[in-house]
């Protein structure tokens, strides 16, 4: 498959112009009534005079954000095999009912009499993921993956202090994304890393000899960011909790093992779920995600507050009273709005389809790797006599021979209407391409990738140009990052600001 | 059903011959047997797209939408219909993080135009491409305050939202730092500037405009002056859209909230978290999470990618600004489009409304024997005292078809009690007088 992007391009420096350069006048407004106006008095001292907003015509402005959008590759554009991402389809039902005004037009603080339905969805969604993990009690509060860990980490914080210990040490794989370093430092915690062993698991005889009385606990994904599964998961949650530590699971790759294995047997105490990776809700550029987090009994009272909770009568409610939770991480109750999509992805796929989810994930991954290895320069590093989870890690590092490195070998499958995979993460493999087709992907899709691959690598040895030159069908052409940093321009307001200077500079 | 999301369920024998293989539990074979369930977890029978419909719409009829008029940090305005149209295309909702900056010119453009949008009206040089909510960026203010002062005390306003307070508190207790709270004036419901003492250990003073109450901070230059001379840094919290009638405050980081430009109230999530500074290398390199910024491609275009990477943790690790990855991207394009839509005119007029209707409604309320408190200037929100029932009385107005104020005894238990029995009522465009009469009627009706 070839693809074209749409390419709206004003001049020849600049494609789609920013609203401040296509503001065109003042058209919105929302009238006082006349009895009213008397009352629309400030203050001249509070009074603002200046104020640089653009403004545009209602079809000028759907005109511009729709350039944009066709300037831009969705999960239904095409195949979007972002490691550790999970960009699955998103269920159009799901986009429809979230958009009931009975659910947008509700506020936090109404009567509990009149959000039941709301706090309806929150509860059943909770209810649904303590089965699927085995964690009986969650929070939804959490607005991100990365936001439960934090979550998390604070919640092994004070455990460890209420029970009058100093554990001010986190264990995290090197492997690990790197939100679980970051989430782990803003906890309080000193981060001690450990590599990973000849199957890119975690090395046992390291983790043992990094653990002491003040470990506070481990933060582990499985499977892990190579997309293989942890096999002695059972042996290091025993070394964890023999040291009297609390064994964390990054959810981000939950995918492969959802309905399949019950985290609370493995020995997990804390998680965090993705509902916007395993759990189909859309990515929205970046956000709005969600992370909802669980935790076993021992932990229940230290969840952020409030929790649903159901009534003998059937009515819901928001329960405050946990005696030593950690307190709240963010207000109100959390991504309400991403919580109905994850519930009523949950409600079509019903326990017959959970695990069908992880099967094909894993499979679909499984037939791309089985393909994509046999390109020549193309290696798996770790776990090599191994299945693959729901995604996996190769090296392109035999193409470096050719001049050719990750990046152009990506830009190049834009071209050929993909988007590429997560690239040079996990740290540990060099010229890492992340892959993860999810259970999203059809036969058709899978073998036009492997293709892709074939011709791009089949390139890199006869005509290397065309990658380090690609993309050469998107929108733009190869842009130059590091500039972006040297010499910042984040607004548009500093856009004029340094486009004055060097005008007055010229003009000297 | 979940087959209509599966295209490969019935190629599962043919794609594991094709790679040498015969059953689906070969893949699964290195987990080990005692961790593996045999039966799926139970959560119910799969429904069909119809049926999930039908089960949906039972239960979105057990909410009640009414004539809201409950406050406290999240606020029902009208969302203009081109924000839902553009928020609905594919390509931007369901695109991830635009890490592959040539394929993703769209959502980035509109992400620095959110940037570009919201500097001019806090009146600062780089805003964040957005973080959770208003309270979280709070957190983080007070995260980059302390690295950036090597201190650890932060001062924060007595008139502070309580859930605000709360979420600080949560995030210091992990970075070690200690907040202090200063108190407000309970004439005005401005802060009051005679206690607030920073002194050299103090890495922010925190204030707000408008406040929980609803009331603009006159204050917010005596504040800057004093939190300056011990060399504190200044953080305010602000409502964006008032600055479309308000002068913007002076401040080292403007934290906020947008979930009210051109987005719903949806039970309190998701929100748009602002966070905004000055043109300073020493706040910008602090900042957390991502960033847009301008670039060119190599043959010379203008384009857009994200910039100053290095504080953030997928490279940084434990020493990035902050862990945030995944933000609330869609939030800022959202508001990019009503931003564009309203301009410097609608975000005035805007303004005017909400404010003609505070003004009308607390002038009504104190008519019928209630107390607007707090004699301040008033944006959106009107903190009522009255020796009734607030419970009781939400009930009442809700066979009205009322959505009362937010009872605060009842949701933040002795925290404001010393300063009345209040219900914090909010009014903005969506309002019209009428509903504000109907309010008011119906006010006197249920508390006599």
Known sequence: MRFIQARWQSDEKVLEPTVFELSSGSFYSFPVEEELKKYAKIPNDLKREELNLPGLSEPEVARHFSRLAEMNYGVDSNSYWLGSCTMKYNPKLNERIAREKRMLMIHPYQPEETVQGALQIMYELSEMLSRITGLPHFTLQPAAGAHGELTGALIMRKRHEDENERRDEMIVPESAHGSNFASAAMAGFKVIRIPPDEDGCVDISALKAAVSERTAG?????????????????????????????????????????????????????????????????????????????????????????????????????????????????????????????????????????????????????????????????????????????????????????????????????????????????????????????????????DNYIEAMRKIAEEARENRELLLKAPHSTAIGRLDEARASRQPILSWRMYKKIMSQQGAESHE | MHRRLLPNIDLIPEMLRRIGLSDISDLFSDIPKEIMLEEPPDIGKQLSELELEREF???????????????????????????????????????????QAEVSQGALQAIFEYQSL??????????????YDWSTALAEAALMSARVTHRKKVMIPENIHPEREEVLKTYSAGAGLKVEKYSMDRETGEVDISSLKPDESTAMVYFESPNFFGIVERKAREIAEIAREKGALVVAGV??????????????????????????????????????????????????????????????????????????????????????????????????????????????????????????????????????????????????????????????????????????????????????????????????????????????????
Not at chain 1, 394 to 417: C, E, I, N, P, T
Not at chain 2, 74 to 91: L, M, N, R, S, T
Not at chain 2, 118 to 129: G, I, R, S
Not at chain 2, 269 to 277: E, T
């Open chain 2, 239 to 448: 409502d964006p859209l008032s600055l479309g009638i308000f002068r913007p405050p002076d401040a080292d980081i403007v934290v906020g909230e947008g979930q009210h430009l051109g987005s719903y109230p949806s039970f309190g999530g998701p929100s748009l978290g602002i966070i905004g500074v000055k043109m300073d290398a020493r706040l910008i390199r602090q900042l957390p999470g991502r960033i847009i910024g301008m670039t060119e491609s190599f043959d010379g275009v203008r384009g857009y990618c994200m910039a100053l990477q290095t504080r953030e943790q997928h490279i940084r690790h434990e020493a990035a600004t902050s862990n945030i990855t995944t933000n609330e991207s869609l939030m800022a394009v959202r508001a990019a489009v009503y931003l564009s839509l309203l301009g410097k005119s609608g975000i005035r007029s805007l303004c005017e409304k909400i404010l003609a209707n505070t003004n009308y409604m607390a002038e009504r309320i104190e008519e019928i024997g209630l107390r607007p408190m707090f004699n301040g200037v008033r944006f959106r929100e009107i903190p009522v005292d009255g020796n009734v029932d607030w419970v009781e009385v939400n009930r009442r107005l809700l066979k009205r078809g009322i959505i009362g104020g937010s009872p605060l005894r009842k949701l933040f238990p002795g925290r404001f009690d010393h300063l009345g029995n209040i219900a914090l009522f909010s009014t903005t465009e969506l309002h019209k007088k009428e509903d504000i009469d109907l309010l008011i009627e119906s006010l006197k009706e249920v508390v006599k």
């Open chain 2, 118 to 131: 919201m500097a001019e009206l806090l009146n600062v040089d780089v805003v964040t491409a957005s973080h």
């Open chain 2, 57 to 99: 719409d039972k239960i979105a009829s057990k909410n009640t939408i009414g004539i809201c008029f409950a406050g406290g940090g999240c606020w029902f305005h009208y969302v203009p219909a081109i924000v839902d149209e553009i928020a609905g295309k594919q390509e931007l909702y369901t695109s991830y993080t635009p890490y």
């Open chain 1, 218 to 446: 481990m933060m582990i994904t499985n499977p892990n960011t190579l997309g293989i599964f942890e096999s002695r998961i059972l042996e290091i949650s025993d070394i964890i909790h023999g040291a009297g530590g609390l064994l964390y699971y990054d959810g981000a790759n939950l995918n492969a093992i959802v309905g399949k294995v019950l985290l609370s047997k493995m020995g997990i105490d804390i998680a965090h779920l993705n509902l916007h990776k395993t759990f189909s809700t859309p990515h929205g550029s970046g956000g709005p995600g969600a992370g909802a987090v669980g935790v076993v009994d021992e932990l229940k009272e230290y969840l952020p507050v409030p929790v649903v909770r159901k009534r003998g009568d059937g009515s819901y409610y928001l329960d405050f009273s946990l005696k030593k939770t950690i307190g709240r991480v963010r207000s109100f109750y959390g991504n309400f709005n991403v919580m109905i999509k994850a519930w009523a992805y949950l409600k079509a796929l019903g326990s017959e389809g959970l695990q069908k989810v992880a099967e094909i994930s894993v499979l679909n991954a499984n037939y791309a790797l089985f393909h994509v290895r046999k390109i020549e320069g193309i290696d798996v590093k770790y776990g090599k006599k191994r299945p693959c989870k729901h995604e996996f890690v190769v090296s392109l590092q035999g193409f470096k021979k050719y001049g050719v490195r990750a990046l152009d070998f990506a830009k190049r499958l834009l071209d050929y209407g993909v988007h590429p995979p997560t690239i040079y993460f996990p740290h540990i493999v060099e010229e890492a391409f992340m892959m993860e087709p999810t259970e999203s992907e059809s036969l058709r899709d899978l």
